[in-house]
């Protein structure tokens, strides 16, 4: 751990934005009522051995019922922004066609509730949680997801055009699309490069597709989307060593975003992406590329990499963070503050971007509830490091515009189950009380000066 700052929230200006962020499938549960369908995560779980002692997200944190108290905890806080996302399957259960009228008014009260509040929403249109009914039909592989996507969206921007102006298009598309379609240990649990390439393009599209659909419908909506990424260092001067770190950064960091901004596939890096070609269609070139108002980056960590003859298409590994013996979270994610200043450095060098907001940034730790209290030490200290970080970043004349904690609450963490904790509350999954964390409070005196 580095040494403690005595940064304040001030020091970032009246127009940084503070928030903190969630997802509808890690906290809704209530995974079939009132008119929700299922989506591949809901799929996936029923599946033995795919999730850590086969947690389910059937219940999660049940903020389905429980979203009133939640929101009272942001704004005992003094956290003025609220990042969530809506479920895909709530609003349209099969993905396309009928709407659920249900579905609608229940956002109508989480929106309802942040007004009454004075807490501003940002929107997640998608969180990973796709129709299972769509994934019956190809899921991302299918380029009619392009149309299934574009119909969803203008039901969310219709519907809740008065109560929302910040968007988000698509959360992480490098993680479900790797995760979910290459490796198959996300949902939905598909293998192989031709899934994989196929489910990238059509992502592509559909965050350009996404925006635009949403500048249509609403007139002043403030539109972006969300990238994964990691510092990537390679793991000696080697010249092989470089040439993987740079492979891997090109997969990890610049795979959705240089082809919104109109610079298309790194395919120079990735010979493997020269078959993505086959998924092109006239005009596609035109079509990825996208004016966002603003990015949102989610970084953890970075990567150290090694050249590995054996590994296919990239010839690449990642070195684990307990192998490397340096400081790690209980998802064997480096502590490494500096990622943080590097991606916003990255990234702000990119023309087209015009904002950047971190829109995650957090850490799992061994939290340990004693007499009502979670004495997080190890969280409030990244915070203060990695907040650190973005302030240097800003004051250097950088492109960052806010910063969103990962998470409110414990949550389910997708394929990790409940196992790890990144909350700023503490959640007892077998009773749902809600504890507030060390970290919660120490977030509550940091942001003091922007309330």
Known sequence: MTKKNDLKSEYFGKDFVWGVSSSASQTEGAWNEDGRGASVWD???????????????EIACDFYH??????????????????????????LPDGTGEINKKGIDYYNRIFDECQKRNIIPWITLYHWDL??????????????????????????????????????????PSVYTGAGYFFGIHAPGEKGSKKFLSAVHHSVLCQAIGANTIRREIKGAHVGTTFSCSYITPSSNKLKDIAAANRVDAILNRLFIEPSLGLG???????????????????DEKLMKVEFDFIGLQCYTREVVAY????????????????????????????????????????????????IIITENGAAFNDKLEKNKVADVERIHFFSNYIAQVYRAKKEGYKVHGYFIWSLTDNFEWAEGYYPRFGLVYIDFKTQKRIIKDSGYWVKNFLMDVN
Not at 43 to 57: D, E, M, S, V
Not at 79 to 90: A, D
Not at 139 to 150: A, L, M, P, Q
Not at 164 to 170: A, F, P
């Open 43 to 57: 799929h996936f779980a029923t599946k033995r051995k795919k999730i850590l002692y086969n947690h389910t997200p």
């Open 66 to 91: 429980r979203y009133p108290e939640d929101i009272s905890i942001i704004k005992s806080l003094g956290i003025p922004n609220f990042r969530f996302s809506l479920s895909w399957s709530r609003i």
């Open 131 to 172: 129709p299972q009914t769509l994934q019956l039909k190809g899921g991302w592989k299918n380029r009619d997801i392009i149309y299934w996507f574009e119909e969803y969206v203008s039901v969310c921007s219709k519907a809740f055009k008065d109560s929302v102006r910040n968007w988000m298009i698509l959360n992480e």
């Open 265 to 283: 596939y790194p395919l120079k890096d990735i010979p493997l992406l020269h078959k993505i070609e086959q998924y092109f269609h006239q005009g």
């Open 308 to 355: 590995n003859y054996f590994a296919p298409y990239i010839k690449a590994k990642l070195i684990p963070a307990n192998r490397r013996k340096v400081y790690h979270t209980v998802m064997d994610w480096e502590v490494y503050p500096e990622a943080i200043y590097q991606m916003i450095k990255k990234f702000s060098s990119y023309h087209g971007v015009k904002k």
